[in-house]
Antibody, heavy 119, light 107 residues
């Protein structure tokens, strides 16, 4: 079935880096734009970044621009989020989400992976 | 950046009640507005896209309306399984933005 599975979360010290992965199955990743969305503990949803179907266009939320990099490997059906210079406020569950058609409507979500930034 | 203001932040209602949540955008977003349901410990689920279109497989008791800056999400007859937090989301302009959420409880 159509599925997204995130991995790579964990506990990391402030200032360090972490790379998240999102493996797609049941559909061809290269046909879809993809997003990362995060949710701090007990808080609401926050959009992180988007990458176009072919990787040619990327956009970021202001607070992540310059520290986070979204990328994809369509040959591996996998989306990535490289997170550098991590801060305590980056602690959250990170979800990858598929964009419906050519819109920014999130029709399929992964189960999320928890990132904790703490010394 | 566009700000999304959702109200109320929490709501208690009885099974069978009609429930309404509103979402206001800080500027005109046409109909680029979606609604999601999130149950505790789970990923969000798309319910309504483009303000009023029901996602495939979503029960017809859920509906949405509005355009421009003011939007409404309605559950026509609340069911126990509808207990969740609901979010609106605009996608007219990047950065995309969510409302702060409405936590729905059974009275």
């Amino acid at each position: 079935q159509v599925q997204l599975v995130e991995s790579g979360g964990g506990v990391v010290q402030p200032g360090r880096s972490l790379r998240l992965s999102c493996a797609a199955s049941g559909f061809i990743l290269s046909n879809y734009g993809m997003h990362w969305v995060r949710q701090a503990p007990g808080k609401g949803l926050e959009w992180v970044a988007v990458i176009s179907y072919d990787g040619s266009n990327k956009f970021y939320a202001d607070s992540m621009r310059g520290r986070f990099t979204i990328s994809r490997d369509n040959s591996k059906n996998t989306l990535y989020l490289q997170m550098n210079s991590l801060r305590a406020e980056d602690t959250a569950v990170y979800y990858c989400a598929r964009a419906l058609g050519v819109t920014y409507v999130f029709d399929i979500w992964g189960q999320g992976t928890m990132v904790t930034v703490s010394s | 950046d566009i700000q999304m203001t959702q109200s109320p932040s929490s709501l208690s209602a009885s099974v069978g009640d009609r429930v309404t949540i509103t979402c206001q955008a800080s500027q005109d977003i046409s109909n680029y507005l979606n609604w999601y349901q999130q149950k505790p410990g789970k990923a969000p689920k798309l319910l309504i896209y483009d303000a009023s279109n029901l996602q495939t497989g979503v029960p017809s008791r859920f509906s949405g309306s509005g355009s421009g800056t003011d939007f409404t999400f309605t559950i026509s007859s609340l069911q126990p399984e509808d207990i969740a937090t609901y979010y609106c989301q605009q996608y007219d302009i990047v950065p995309l933005a969510f409302g702060q959420g409405t936590r729905l409880e059974i009275k």
